[in-house]
């Protein structure tokens, strides 16, 4: 069975504390399970991880990466926060490892903060999902799976 990686960036690890007004009640732990009973419907495995360091979401993108190469990954599912509108090395990575990869964010980025509206990974991903809330995640991983049906 294939896999799908589900990568969340810096501050998701606070989902259900941190600004519930605009992210939502929750947490992580939910998304996880959110993105696992996807990936049962859909018949993929959903392996779910988050970091606050840039350097370890290139790593597991290269990582995946190369399992995409070997054919035993679809692709990523990431939701880089904050590293959306800073992050080169992330784009770089992407592109480099040759990984398809859906873009996601909780919240509508571009009808928040004027900075919040450019993203380094959207010219990266293969699709963007914005605004829909945690329930995104599963629509990103249907998306990963049709996309590599051709």
């Known amino acids: 069975m294939k896999k799908i990686l ?7 690890n606070l989902l259900g504390t941190r600004e519930p007004a605009q992210y939502g009640h929750e947490t992580l732990a939910d998304v996880e399970r959110l993105c696992r009973e996807a990936g049962d419907r859909l018949g993929v495995v959903v392996e779910c991880r988050q970091s606050n360091w840039e350097g370890q979401l290139i790593d597991w993108i290269h990582e995946a990466g190369r399992e995409v190469a070997a054919g035993t990954m679809l ?9 959306t509108h800073t992050s080169i090395a992330l784009h770089d990575a992407i592109k480099g490892a040759s990984v398809p990869l859906i873009e996601l964010h909780i919240s509508n980025v571009h009808a928040r903060e004027a900075f919040r509206h450019h993203s380094y990974i959207s010219p990266a991903a293969r699709g963007i999902i914005v605004g ?8 990103a991983i249907e998306a990963l799976v049709r996309v590599s049906e051709g």
């Open 6 to 12: 589900v990568l969340n960036g810096p501050n998701l």
């Open 75 to 83: 692709g990523v599912v990431m939701n880089p926060g904050a590293y």
């Open 132 to 139: 829909l809330g945690v329930k995104g995640y599963p629509l």
